[in-house]
T-cell receptor
Framework: QKEVEQDPGPLSVPEGAIVSLNCTYSNSAFQYFMWYRQYSRKGPELLMY????GNKEDGRFTAQVDKSSKYISLFIRDSQPSDSATYLCAIGYGNNRLAFGKGNQVVVIP | GAGVSQSPSNKVTEKGKDVELRCDPI?????LYWYRQSLGQGLEFLIY????????KSGLPSDRFSAERTGGSVSTLTIQRTQQEDSAVYLC???????????FGPGTRLTVT
């Protein structure tokens, strides 16, 4: 079983919709939970991270972690065409080595 | 300030040749990471440096892969006797000390023909 599972299916939404992405993980030793955004032919950029269960908001983005279910989510409110990108969940422990999900390609249609 | 830079941005090589990929981390970042991103596999960890030491090499897929870091700064990832399955985007990231926030470079797209 892969350490982090993220259904890699593409997601198309109309502008203004809420985008919902999620990942599951298997190792309880994971200590922190992250979401990266990657535009085509660019390196991933860190959106947000958290250490604990619960919600963390940053503008239109909300990261949610449920450690008891080993489940993390990212919500994007009022989605914009500029949000069109691939979103990667990443989970870390120990020496900051990150385990990544396969990513979801999101397309926001104007 | 300047971000993580990688060179070359693209590399096409023939099967069996050796290649060297370079990473310049953000100035002052002591930790450096190499990842590989291939279609259908997502991002895979290869190796982690703290200063010039590599305490975690567990992600290197075979002994054809090696990496070094000098002066606590620039790192080189070397792939010997390249194979077609080595074709991927190789990404470098750096962070401050034990910092959680890893900053990625744009990657080197390697194609082995």
């Amino acid at each position: 079983q892969k350490e982090v599972e993220q259904d890699p299916g593409p997601l198309s939404v109309p502008e203004g919709a809420i985008v919902s992405l999620n990942c599951t993980y298997s190792n309880s030793a994971f200590q922190y939970f992250m979401w990266y955004r990657q535009y085509s032919r660019k390196g991933p950029e860190l959106l947000m991270y958290t250490y604990s269960s619960g919600n963390k908001e940053d503008g239109r983005f909300t990261a949610q972690v449920d450690k008891s279910s080993k489940y993390i989510s990212l919500f994007i409110r009022d989605s914009q065409p500029s949000d069109s990108a691939t979103y990667l969940c990443a989970i870390g422990y120990g020496n900051n080595r990150l385990a990544f999900g396969k990513g979801n390609q999101v397309v926001v249609i104007p | 300030g300047a971000g993580v830079s990688q060179s070359p941005s693209n590399k096409v090589t023939e099967k069996g040749k050796d290649v060297e990929l370079r990473c310049d981390p953000i100035s002052g970042h002591t930790a450096l990471y190499w990842y590989r991103q291939s279609l259908g596999q997502g991002l895979e960890f290869l190796i982690y440096f703290q200063g010039n030491s590599a305490p975690d090499k567990s992600g290197l897929p075979s002994d054809r892969f090696s990496a070094e870091r000098t002066g606590g700064s620039v790192s080189t990832l070397t792939i010997q006797r390249t194979q077609q399955e080595d074709s991927a985007v190789y990404l470098c990231a750096s962070s401050m000390g034990q910092g959680v926030e890893q900053y990625f470079g744009p990657g080197t797209r390697l194609t082995v023909t």
